[in-house]
């Protein structure tokens, strides 16, 4: 008896220790699993050692000691200004470059405790091109101008000056070349493939001065469209909502009709358009953009950006309910005027004018 009783009594010493260590090693394991968590980031574009961005979140850890945060591939922590266990602040480590088939983007992962890291979610925004240098510094219409710089992307975007496109000789990730095209003194204007714009640098051009003291073209023509809309007809804007509108008594000026606010956005340049599909993109997750070729109603006249595929956007056309892709700015240009609808300056005049930020 009393040996069975002593078994017994070790036995439930034996269950007691397992239950503790057990507890503790629990413990330890859920201490490690447990990770941070970014919700937001800003701005989502930046320039390499000159941009500061703020992450916010949650699990940072109250101070930064052991833990780190990545920018890309980098260990950026030596560059953070502030740390809270909600927010970082950090500056944007130089020597950072875009992932060539990752749209351009770089990745911010925070881990608390690096000698345990469980990397967070990531939060994921764009690096911009660098315009560094360019020569001739002045020039003449039809004359070629060399840029140098980073991160231009290796598909082909576009340049323009003053709002006028320069015809491409040369593109690629470090360099570009351009015809000069028939403009007065200004700005050069880089756009990558994938909507991203450059640094700006000045061209003196000879032979047209200065820019004019008057306002850009399209300044003062959505000034005046917006004082030619005297009353709105809400009815109308809802039926015409989702659609891109010609104006066929102009010069066939397009413009969006926004679903949300029932106001018509301009679609003036590459550039107009694409910032347009950016800012008014509803996300949504791979699977329902590739589950769908007649789409619900719900999403109907919307763009859609595909949040798990490098955000690429679809705009779904009212007229058969189907998507079609805005690839490059020139392809998302080029297609929204394909689908507009011609529209009559007196009906135009009666939906209100807005501006993307």
């Given at each position: 008896m009393s040996a069975r009783g002593g078994s017994a009594s070790g036995g439930k010493k034996i269950i007691v220790v397992c239950i503790i260590i057990f507890a503790v090693f629990g413990i330890a394991l859920a201490s490690q699993a447990s990770?941070?968590?970014i919700s937001s980031i800003s701005p989502t574009s930046v320039l390499p050692g000159e941009t500061v961005?703020?992450?916010?979140?949650?699990?940072?850890?109250?101070v930064e000691g052991e833990s780190v945060v990545f920018f890309g591939l980098y260990d950026w922590s030596m560059d953070v200004t502030y740390w809270s266990d909600t927010k970082i602040i950090a500056l944007a480590p130089e020597g950072l470059y875009y992932y060539p088939g990752r749209d351009y983007t770089v990745a911010v992962s925070v881990c608390v405790n690096a000698f345990t890291c469980t990397p967070s979610n990531r939060a994921d925004f764009r690096v911009k091109p660098q315009i560094t240098d360019f020569y001739p510094k002045t020039a003449k219409a039809g004359d070629r101008v060399d840029l140098t710089g980073k991160d231009f992307g290796y598909d082909t975007g576009f340049v323009t000056i003053n709002g006028r496109s320069a015809e491409l000789t040369y593109w690629?990730?470090?360099?570009?070349?351009?015809?000069?095209?028939d403009t007065y003194s200004g700005d050069i204007n880089l756009t990558s493939?994938?909507?991203r714009e450059a640094t700006v640098v000045s061209l003196d051009i000879q032979g047209f001065g200065a820019e004019p003291a008057s306002e850009p073209a399209s300044v003062s023509f959505l000034a005046n469209e917006k004082s030619l809309v005297k009353s709105i007809d809400w009815n109308l804007a809802r039926r015409l909502q989702g659609n891109i509108l010609l104006q066929v008594e102009e010069?066939?000026?397009?413009?969006y009709v926004?679903?949300?606010?029932?106001?018509?956005?301009?679609?003036?340049?590459?550039?107009?358009?694409?910032?347009?599909?950016r800012e008014l993109g509803l996300g949504a997750t791979h699977d329902f953009i590739t589950s769908y070729t007649i789409y619900p109603s719900h999403v109907v006249g919307k763009i859609l950006l595909d949040v798990e595929d490098s955000g690429k956007a679809y705009y779904i056309y009212p007229k058969d309910k189907k998507a079609y892709y805005l690839g490059r700015p020139a392809d998302a240009f080029a297609v929204m005027r394909e689908l507009?609808?011609?529209i009559t300056n007196k009906d135009i005049r009666k939906i209100q004018v807005w501006e993307v930020n």
């Open positions: 990770t941070a968590h961005v703020t992450v916010l979140g949650s699990g940072f850890g109250d690629g990730n470090e360099s570009v070349s351009f015809l000069v095209p493939n994938h909507g010069n066939g000026e397009g413009w926004y679903p949300d606010d029932l106001s018509k956005y301009y679609l003036g340049r590459p550039a107009d358009a694409f910032a347009v599909m507009g609808l011609g």
